[in-house]
């Protein structure tokens, strides 16, 4: 009796093992997979930062002034800057994925950081004249902040506009 249970037990640890192998085997993203997912993570951040600019890309296009609404979408990019690099952590040169990111990204992170942080920047200076309720003065920062967006895309992403 303890000889049969001790066999039936040892079995079933080793199929365990083997199931959990095995399992572990498919779940594995592949590497492939692994890089399309980090792509698909920085585009989504991508979108909530357009998200929060394109009202303001309205505004500044005469749709009416609203400095509440300027003071926080420039607040909310202020506070997804600091991601991007982050985000790029992981290094995706040389995967057949769906992205723009251009290999210098990895090849000069302090630059592609400094984009990053000139877009927080201009991001807070922006909500700070909109808080003070300036049309004029919060329409003037736009300029930078938008700037920050394409003077990135210009060195760092597929040359696609
Ligand atoms: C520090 C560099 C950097 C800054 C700053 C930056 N971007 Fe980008 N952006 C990129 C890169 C690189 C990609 C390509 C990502 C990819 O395809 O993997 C991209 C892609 C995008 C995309 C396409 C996302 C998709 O659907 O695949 C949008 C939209 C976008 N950016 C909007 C913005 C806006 C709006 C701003 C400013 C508020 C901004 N970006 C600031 C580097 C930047």
Redesign the pocket.
Known sequence: MIKKALVVGATAALLSTSLLSTASAQDAPTPEQQAAAA?DT??SV??L??FY?TPLVGMARGAPFDAEMAEKNGRR?AAL?PS?PDLFMHDTRGFDID???LDV?WEDKAE?EN??MA?MNNANAFADQAATGDRGATLGAFRALGG??GD??DA??VDND
Do not use: G, V, Y
């Open positions: 792509a920085r585009q991508f979108k930062l357009r600019l990019i800057a991007i992205t723009e990111a990204i592609f984009k990053a877009l920050s967006c990135c895309h760092f992403r």
